[in-house]
């Protein structure tokens, strides 16, 4: 079922010219050295875009939560994002007019869900990673199970 969701999400929704700006922006973004957290957020959503069936995309804190960063990158990141914001907005409403045509056909209703989870991408790539569905399945099965845990031991 998710190959056959991929395959007409690259065809009459045209995914992969969404991965191609998507990849394309990012590497501009990343040779400038400046932008490069945007650029790698954008290179991962080029990922996801490539196969939305397959591929969730989830902030890297959720992978390694343990994980301390550096503060300076930290300053640099909130620094890029403020100034990202304006492309970010661009970038999100070409996705809003995607997830729009998509929801007006019965058959690409269904594509429209995984991408318009994913919008929230454009506005904060910073951090972002593209993992496998399995992955992303299993985290927040963890996560449910320390919700339960704390509900059960009050």
């Not at 569905?133 to 919700?147: G, Q």
Request: aromatic share 12%.
């Amino acid at each position: 079922m998710r190959l056959l969701g991929n395959i007409l999400w690259h065809f009459p929704c045209f995914g992969f010219v969404t991965s191609l700006f998507s990849f394309l922006a990012g590497i501009l973004l990343t040779v400038t050295v400046v932008g490069a957290p945007i650029g790698l957020g954008l290179i991962q959503y080029a990922k996801f875009a490539l196969a939305p069936y397959s591929y969730s995309m989830i902030d890297k804190r959720e992978l390694h939560p343990n994980k301390s960063g550096n503060i300076l990158y930290a300053i640099l990141c909130l620094i890029v994002r403020i100034l990202y914001f304006p492309l970010g907005v661009l970038f999100f409403l070409w996705g809003i007019a995607q997830v729009v045509v998509m929801c007006c056909t019965i058959v690409l209703l269904p594509m429209a869900i995984p991408y318009a989870k994913s919008l929230s991408t454009f506005f904060n790539p910073v951090g972002k990673v593209c993992v496998p569905v399995a992955v992303m399945d299993e985290l927040e099965r963890r996560k449910a199970e320390k919700e339960v845990d704390a509900y059960l031991n009050k």
